[in-house]
């Protein structure tokens, strides 16, 4: 890694975490932790079809059992408006979110909701869950891809068009949307083409695997006002969520974002919260509801399975000259797939004059998808690296070598509009180059694959308020909830700008009523995003204590400058004053006006682009077909990296993930759409004993829109293994795959077939 400029005293420090005690010794509140008096439990009734009618609900036995408080089915929720809603990177509708969380006259995938019970325990709840009868007509389902876009599949929505498809479509189908970027001229871009390789591929479904369940409480009370708290990557959207499906007034709804088990990216929606608001307002009690692992896999998004055809092609010398791409990703029972963003990250690493990439969103009987890091980017970005690898082969070239010659550069056009500033993919497949890692020889049986990846990253709306105490202390307020480190990163630019010592800023999360609006967290934004609004929050505080210091001096607040924590004279005509610090200003803050504070309120912009390079070593055994992962090397341009240790495990985190989702990790339907492995038994991702170390390596290019140079990290890493590990995987077996996961009776089987 770089080192930073001599300048920083705390950015780009390993700092104590200041959440780390609490969770080392239990004391953090997690969702599920909260107990309040007279609470009940909630429990919910699913469906055992992927696609069925709802003839009738019976729930007059569950209501008679002694010890049941509230039973609610879709007939006591309000039909939410047709309003689209921003859910993370994507957005949805808000009534197709009202039918996810609680189903009306159709079930669309098993798991699906149909009622729900709160009752004095949770034994009483599933005794309940157990007396509510359901009639259903079943109906044919469809559970593939590309099985759904045909003519005859089953039809989940008969009011449904095909978006973006001009004239209109006279007939529905599962087909929601289409998206296109484009850029030069593809046709005369193969046709100076040496070489082109055009192959299809396949993804599975993957969940996100966070270890904490969704989980909720709920307190409507007779005032009409509501308190949730809750498991959850945004508040803000929680209580957006509730106050749109329950017809809500927004200003009676409170959300605390409790302490976070993982989300990447899964919980930036909604399944419980408006359930147990509903039971809340039913029964007169505060209610708690929380998933089981089975409800989890069950009934909350995974990201989507996609089917693809990736066509490039290159000259002699190894310029890639063409590249077109059609992608079909599966949105689960409602639209709104992650395939734009698939779309727009495809080929994005390259410098190519002549782009096409057009991305269908389909939807099947599945759970509807959400977020899971980088959202669409792994699977596109998947096999367009399986083909630089082929091209690299057929051309000769070493596949870095033929990375950096066509790697995007400050300058090159994105196919999909933007032209980028100050990157680094070049210095990560150069770092990647010069490491050792990739120098060193292999054995039989053993393979080296590469991969590079690309993310956008986002800004948004982020609040930020400083507050000097009493003893010069520092309290920082912030609305994004903590699911990578971010507390730290806040306390750590908040010091670095004051001037302060980084033990003396405590930082906190605070609820909805608390301060102003937060996008949620997600898209690797808080740290660029909130950041930034916490810089600007604590530069006002900063102008407060310099006018604070010009009162004290009875001069012109003109003539005070601010410089290591510290309030001086801008020079020696000011006059021979000294140095007033932070603890100096608040002592004598009552008799200069009072309380000391600053706050922002943004809309972050310029969210700095991000690139990484990856290396995997693996090592197939011939008979098994098992995949041991030797060695692996993360490089990325990190911007710059406030908190290093945190940025680390970022990049080990999303490669872990990554090699699950390209060795392990698949949802498993039967006949019925059921889905056969909803547990971590059987949906099986890397534990530490499936994983060597994996070295990072950090690139900076700061970000030159940020203080800091903040580019977010959290994205790019679970991008390049898939076809890293990949690419690996067929140097080892010398057949190439097209389709996830490599599990080993796939490698067997491909194996068998080339003998």
């Given at each position: 890694?770089?080192?930073?400029?001599?300048q920083?005293?705390?950015?780009?420090t390993?700092?104590?975490?200041?959440?780390?005690?609490?969770?080392?010794?239990?004391?953090?509140m997690?969702?599920?932790?909260?107990?309040?008096?007279?609470?009940?439990?909630?429990?919910?009734?699913?469906?055992?079809?992927?696609?069925?009618?709802?003839?009738?609900?019976?729930?007059?036995?569950?209501?008679?059992l002694?010890g049941?408080?509230?039973?609610?089915?879709?007939?006591?929720?309000?039909?939410a408006?047709p309003?689209?809603?921003?859910?993370?990177?994507a957005?949805?509708n808000?009534?197709?979110?009202?039918?996810?969380v609680?189903?009306?006259?159709?079930?669309?995938?098993?798991?699906?909701t149909?009622?729900?019970?709160?009752?004095?325990?949770?034994e009483?709840?599933?005794q309940?869950?157990?007396?509510?009868?359901?009639?259903?007509?079943?109906?044919?389902?469809?559970?593939?891809?590309?099985?759904?876009?045909k003519?005859?599949?089953?039809?989940?929505?008969?009011?449904m068009?095909?978006?973006?498809?001009?004239?209109?479509?006279?007939?529905?189908?599962?087909?929601?949307?289409r998206?296109?970027?484009?850029?030069?001229?593809?046709d005369?871009?193969?046709a100076a083409?040496?070489?082109?390789i055009?192959?299809?591929?396949?993804?599975?479904?993957?969940?996100?695997?966070?270890?904490e369940?969704?989980?909720?409480?709920?307190?409507?009370?007779?005032?009409?006002?509501?308190?949730i708290?809750?498991?959850?990557?945004?508040?803000?959207?929680v209580?957006t969520?509730?106050a749109?499906?329950?017809?809500?007034?927004?200003?009676?709804?409170?959300?605390?974002?409790?302490e976070?088990?993982?989300g990447?990216?899964?919980?930036?929606?909604?399944?419980?919260?408006?359930?147990?608001?509903?039971?809340?307002?039913?029964?007169g009690?505060?209610?708690?509801?929380?998933?089981?692992?089975?409800?989890v896999?069950?009934?909350?998004?995974?990201?989507?399975?996609?089917?693809?055809?990736?066509?490039?092609?290159?000259?002699?010398?190894?310029?890639?000259?063409?590249c077109?791409?059609?992608?079909?990703?599966?949105?689960?029972?409602?639209?709104?797939?992650?395939v734009?963003?698939a779309?727009?990250?495809?080929?994005?690493?390259?410098?190519?004059?002549?782009?096409r990439?057009?991305?269908?969103d389909?939807?099947?009987n599945?759970?509807?998808?959400?977020?899971?890091r980088?959202?669409?980017?792994?699977?596109?970005?998947?096999?367009?690296e399986?083909?630089?690898?082929e091209?690299a082969?057929e051309l000769?070239?070493d596949p870095?070598?033929l990375?950096?010659?066509n790697?995007?550069?400050?300058?090159?056009?994105?196919a999909?509009?933007?032209?980028?500033?100050?990157?680094?993919?070049?210095?990560?497949v150069?770092?990647?180059?010069?490491?050792?890692?990739?120098?060193?020889?292999?054995?039989?049986?053993?393979?080296?694959?590469v991969?590079?990846g690309?993310?956008?990253?986002?800004?948004?709306?982020?609040?930020?308020?400083?507050?000097?105490?009493?003893?010069?202390?520092?309290s920082l307020?912030?609305?994004?909830?903590?699911?990578?480190?971010?507390?730290?990163?806040?306390a750590?630019?908040?010091?670095?700008t004051?001037?302060?010592?980084?033990?003396?800023?405590?930082?906190?999360?605070?609820d909805?009523?608390?301060?102003?609006?937060?996008?949620?967290?997600?898209?690797?934004?808080?740290?660029?995003?909130?950041?930034?609004?916490?810089?600007?929050?604590?530069?006002?505080?900063?102008?407060?204590?310099?006018a604070?210091?010009?009162?004290?001096?009875e001069?012109?607040?003109?003539?005070?400058?601010?410089?290591?924590?510290?309030?001086?004279p801008?020079?020696?005509?000011?006059?021979?004053f000294?140095?007033?610090?932070v603890?100096?200003?608040?002592?004598?803050?009552?008799?200069?006006?009072?309380?000391?504070?600053g706050?922002?309120?943004?809309?972050?912009?310029?969210?700095?682009p991000?690139?990484?390079?990856?290396?995997?070593?693996?090592?197939?055994?011939?008979?098994?077909?098992?995949?041991?992962v030797?060695?692996?090397?993360?490089?990325?341009?990190v911007?710059r990296?406030?908190?290093?240790?945190?940025?680390?495990?970022?990049?080990?985190?999303?490669?872990?993930?990554?090699?699950?989702?390209?060795?392990?990790e698949?949802?498993?339907?039967?006949?019925?759409?059921?889905?056969e492995?909803?547990?971590?038994l059987?949906?099986?991702v890397?534990?530490?004993?499936?994983?060597?170390?994996?070295?990072?390596?950090?690139?900076e290019?700061?970000?030159?829109?940020?203080?800091?140079?903040v580019?977010g990290?959290?994205?790019?890493?679970?991008?390049?293994?898939l076809?890293?590990?990949?690419n690996?995987v067929s140097?080892?077996?010398?057949?190439?795959?097209n389709?996830?996961?490599?599990?080993?009776?796939?490698?067997v089987?491909?194996?068998?077939?080339?003998?």
């Open positions: 890694m770089n080192e930073q400029p001599k920083f005293k705390w950015v780009g390993r700092t104590i975490r200041p959440d780390g005690v609490d969770k080392v010794t239990g004391r953090a997690y969702g599920a932790d909260l107990v309040l008096p007279g609470m009940l439990q909630g429990k919910v009734v699913r469906s055992p079809h992927a696609h069925a009618r709802i003839k009738s609900i019976d729930t007059s036995k569950a209501e008679a002694t049941v408080r509230a039973v609610i089915t879709a007939a006591d929720m309000p039909l408006d309003t689209p809603v921003a859910a993370g990177e957005m949805i808000l009534r197709d979110l009202s039918e996810n609680i189903a009306r006259e159709k079930v669309l995938y098993e798991g699906q149909v009622a729900a019970v709160a009752a004095n325990t949770v009483i709840a599933e309940a869950v157990a007396l509510i009868t359901v009639e259903y007509e079943v109906l044919p389902h469809v559970i593939d891809v590309l099985e759904a876009m003519d005859d599949a089953p039809l989940l929505h008969d009011d068009f095909t978006g973006g498809v001009k004239p209109k479509p006279e007939k529905p189908s599962n087909v929601a949307n998206v296109e970027f484009s850029l030069g001229d593809i005369a871009g193969f083409a040496d070489v082109v055009e192959k299809d591929f396949t993804t599975e479904p993957v969940h996100q695997g966070y270890i369940p969704h989980a909720v409480v709920a307190d409507a009370n007779p005032e009409g006002k509501v308190d708290w809750c498991s959850s990557q945004g508040h803000f959207m209580r969520f509730v749109g499906l329950l017809k809500i007034d927004m200003s009676k709804i409170k959300v605390t974002a409790a976070i088990g993982g990447f990216g899964g919980k930036t929606t909604v399944y419980l919260e408006p359930l147990a608001v509903m039971l809340s307002s039913k029964s009690r505060p209610v708690r509801m929380v998933m089981s692992r089975d409800e896999f069950r009934a909350s998004g995974p990201t989507s399975g996609a089917a693809m055809t990736i066509k490039m092609g290159a000259k002699k010398d190894g310029t890639i000259v063409a077109d791409a059609t992608l079909y990703l599966q949105a689960g029972a409602w639209p709104g797939s992650p734009g963003p779309a727009m990250t495809a080929f994005a690493p390259y410098d190519v004059d002549n782009v990439v057009i991305g269908f389909v939807v099947s599945r759970q509807k998808v959400v977020a899971y980088a959202p669409g980017a792994p699977i596109s970005e998947y096999g367009v399986c083909i630089v690898d091209l082969i000769g070239i870095l070598e990375r950096a010659k790697g995007a550069k400050e300058g090159t056009q994105a999909y509009g933007v032209k980028f500033g100050a990157i680094g993919m070049q210095e990560t150069a770092a990647a180059q010069a490491s050792e890692h990739y120098k060193i020889p292999l054995g039989p049986n053993q393979g080296r694959g991969a590079s690309f993310w956008f990253n986002i800004g948004g709306e982020s609040c930020a308020g400083i507050r000097i105490n009493e003893d010069g202390s520092v307020t912030e609305g994004s909830p903590d699911i990578g480190g971010s507390r730290a990163s806040m750590m630019m908040a010091a670095e004051l001037g302060v010592d980084y033990h003396k800023v405590k930082p906190s999360v605070v909805t009523d608390a301060t102003g609006y937060h996008f949620v967290t997600g898209g690797s934004r808080v740290t660029f995003a909130t950041g930034m609004a916490v810089v600007e929050a604590t530069k006002a505080a900063i102008d407060e204590l310099r604070r210091a010009a009162m004290v001096w001069v012109d607040v003109d003539g005070v400058i601010w410089e290591d924590g510290h309030a001086k801008a020079s020696s005509n000011v006059g021979d000294e140095p007033m610090s603890v100096d200003l608040a002592a004598v803050a009552n008799k200069t006006g009072g309380p000391i504070s706050h922002a309120d943004i809309n972050a912009k310029g969210a700095g991000a690139f990484g390079t990856h290396i995997c070593d693996v090592e197939v055994d011939p008979d098994t077909g098992h995949v041991t030797l060695r692996y090397t993360a490089v990325q341009d911007g990296a406030i908190h290093p240790s945190y940025v680390e495990g970022q990049l080990q985190g999303g490669a872990a993930q990554g090699i699950g989702w390209a060795l392990n698949a949802y498993i339907y039967d006949e019925n759409g059921r889905l492995n909803p547990g971590f059987d949906y099986r890397p534990v530490a004993s499936d994983l060597p170390m994996i070295d990072t390596v950090l690139i290019i700061p970000n030159p829109t940020h203080p800091f140079g580019r990290v959290g994205e790019v890493p679970i991008i390049p293994p076809a890293a590990v990949s690996a140097a080892a077996t010398g057949v190439r795959f389709a996830l996961p490599l599990s080993p009776p796939a490698i089987a491909a194996v068998d077939a080339k003998k």
